[in-house]
C-alpha cells in the first residue's frame, strides 16, 4: 500500500488499511553513519532509507549490508603449497 505517515506517496510494505503497521507507528530517520548513502531520501519530514524502516538496526552490529557509500576491502590469503605444508605438519 501506499505509505501515509512518513514517506507520502511511496510504496510501503508496512502500511495496512488502519495504518502504518511498523513498530511505533512509522519509519524511523536516518542515522548520522548512512550520510552519503544512495538508499537515503530526503520526505517532507526529513531523510529516511528507502528499504531499511529502522537504520540503526542496521548498524548495530558493525556495517550495513545495503550501505551504497562503504566498500568492503577483502584480503587475499597467501595459496600454501600442499606438499610443504604436509612435511611441515609431521615434524
Known sequence: MICATVRKGEECVFMKKNGCSYTGGACNAVVEK?????????????WYCSVAP?????????????????????????KVNPLKASKRGGK
Open 34 to 46: 548512512c550520510t552519503g548513502c544512495g538508499r537515503s531520501k530526503e520526505y517532507e519530514t526529513g
Open 54 to 78: 529502522a537504520p540503526v538496526i542496521k548498524w548495530k552490529n558493525g556495517d550495513c549490508n545495503l550501505a551504497t557509500h562503504i566498500t568492503i576491502v577483502v584480503k587475499e590469503q597467501a
